[in-house]
């Protein structure tokens, strides 16, 4: 551990009530860029800590994998917020804190007495984050919600069976949870700023199926942008069954020519010469219309090379190109590597642990890993004896 944070948000205190991912991503962000994060996790019997300590196995048993990528650089205060000394040790918290994080639903946090209008009454410039299921106002506002949920509600699950026929399918990812997760995240800052302009705290609700939902229909909306619609929701290209990485002589490779010069190049290359002259592909407009004939002529010209042939006639002729990378492989990519991406660390509990470097590059207030994940509790006694508890 580092003495001093480095981070840009270094001095922001956040009291974190988040738990499984969403949350916890959110204020992972948070303590990579320097600020002082206090997990708060359960101490109920049969609900001790966060469930993901639990998933998946590790040396220690409470430190899962999941758990361990998402909960560095925090502290891990457990008490029970239902019993006298545990709220009071929360609201002494809550007296100092900049940010409070939770996704707890709302009448739980009333019934608690720890809803916004409480939490402002003992520290009215706090910025309260609450990331929802669901916003207010709506059928589904008192309603759960998890990742498979959101992905179906939202028509992301749908986009697998407008590309191919196939069945409905969630992404192998939890895709809704970490993106908004990421909504969260730039909603605290924008909060925080405003706070820092103008000395007011204020409530911000994320909720997921809104924001996730959002995030889908950025390009998906489409035909039903303008109206009246033309019923055509998804980008063509996107879903298109065709758009997936090129098989080539010995493997695959990711492609993607864009400009009316990459394309031409791209076709000569493998011997195609005249297809950029076919109206279909002549202009922006005419591939995105004819993309599925498009992206079979180049999985024909893909497989007249071996992958580091397209590598190299690619990168020389600035085409932009990548190799395929098997889940396995991306461990051991030369990049990610050359700017040490994957970091090993050791615990001083569960031993040699491999992590993620921060992605984001500050000149001046460089982001830093100073905590390693902590046991359930590790740091009770010491949060509570600062405060005088």
């Not at 320097?34 to 001790?48: F, L, N, R, Y």
């Not at 730039?186 to 302009?197: F, V």
């Not at 109206?279 to 992958?307: C, H, M, W």
Request: aromatic letters at 10%; charged letters at 20%; hydrophobic letters at 40%.
């Amino acid at each position: 551990m580092t003495e001093t944070r480095t981070g840009p948000l270094q001095g922001v205190k956040i009291i974190d009530m988040s738990s499984v991912v969403l949350g916890p991503f959110a204020t992972l962000i948070f303590g990579d860029l320097g600020a002082d994060v206090v997990k708060i996790e359960s101490a109920q019997p049969g609900k001790a800590g966060d469930m993901m300590r639990y998933a998946g196995k590790s040396p220690t048993g409470d430190l899962g994998p999941i758990y361990t990528a998402l909960n560095r650089n925090k502290k891990s205060v457990q008490l029970d917020a239902k019993t006298e000394d545990g709220k009071a040790a929360l609201i002494a918290m809550l007296k100092e804190a900049d940010v409070f994080f939770h996704n707890v639903r709302l009448a739980g946090m009333r019934r608690l007495g720890l809803d916004y209008d409480s939490v402002k009454a003992i520290n009215p410039g706090i910025v309260y984050v609450h990331c929802a299921g669901f916003g207010m106002g709506g059928p589904y506002e008192h309603r759960q919600a998890y990742d498979d949920l959101i992905q179906g509600a939202s028509g992301f699950a749908s986009l697998s069976s407008m590309r191919d026929g196939s069945e409905p399918a969630y992404a192998p990812s939890l895709v809704a949870d970490k993106t908004v997760g990421l909504f969260a995240t730039y909603a605290t800052l924008a909060a925080l700023y405003h706070r820092e302009k103008t000395g007011e705290g204020q409530f911000v609700q994320v909720p997921m199926l809104e924001s996730f939902t959002f995030f889908n229909m950025v390009e998906n909306l489409y035909g039903e942008t303008f109206m009246p619609g033309n019923g055509k929701l998804a980008y063509t290209r996107s879903i298109n069954a065709n758009r997936k990485p090129y098989k080539t002589k010995d493997g695959y490779i990711g492609l993607v020519p864009y400009s009316d010069q990459q394309w031409e190049t791209f076709f000569e290359m493998g011997g195609r010469d005249g297809v950029f002259e076919d109206p279909r592909f002549s202009t922006y407009q005419a591939r995105t219309e004819n993309i599925t004939d498009l992206y079979a002529i180049i999985g024909e010209v893909a497989l007249t090379k071996t992958t580091d042939e397209w590598l190299t006639l690619l990168d020389d002729a600035n085409i932009p190109t990548m190799k395929f990378n098997e889940m396995k492989d991306v461990l051991t990519d030369e990049h990610l590597n050359a700017v040490g991406f994957f970091q090993e660390r050791q615990h001083p509990d569960a031993g040699t642990y491999r992590t993620l470097k921060h992605p984001v590059h500050f000149s001046a207030t460089p982001a830093s890993i100073d905590l390693d994940p902590p046991k359930l509790g590790a740091d009770t006694e010491t949060v509570l004896a600062s405060l005088g508890l």
